[in-house]
């Protein structure tokens, strides 16, 4: 993942830490609110969050860009991916957790699905 992830521009490697750090203390809290699967169910829901975008990412940075229309293709692509999979993966979470706590899932998922959306406001070069 480090090989891939240094490859990747620097908005979108920030925002993915920014994302694993509010996972972090979403898990932490889900486990002090609702125990071992509070902190279970918030840990998947960013850790969906984490890896769509970073797929969503990767496959971005695959695209040509030789043109305006390249690069709204690339984006669009990247962006059905990032939905389908979010999709896929909530689904086996839902049908295979018994005891998700759903408010921490939901919660953690929305949280760091805002934060990805932040790397517009991230500079490229300090």
């Known amino acids: 993942m480090n090989a891939s992830l240094g490859a990747l521009r620097r908005p979108i490697r920030i925002v993915l830490r920014w994302q694993v750090i509010a996972t972090a203390v979403l898990t932490l809290a889900g486990g002090l609110l609702a125990g071992m699967d509070g902190a279970l169910s918030a840990a998947l829901g960013g850790a969906i969050s984490v ?16 043109s305006a229309g390249d690069v709204l293709t690339g984006a669009l692509k990247a962006e059905a991916v990032k939905i ?43």
Do not use: C, H
């Open 84 to 126: 389908g999979l979010i999709a896929f993966l909530l689904w086996i979470v839902l049908a295979t957790y018994e005891n998700v706590v759903a408010p921490a899932l939901l919660g953690s998922f929305v949280v760091t699905v805002l934060i990805f959306t932040m790397a517009f406001f991230v500079r490229e070069y300090d």
């Open 51 to 66: 890896v769509a975008g970073w797929v969503s990412a990767v496959v971005a940075s695959k695209g040509q860009g030789r």
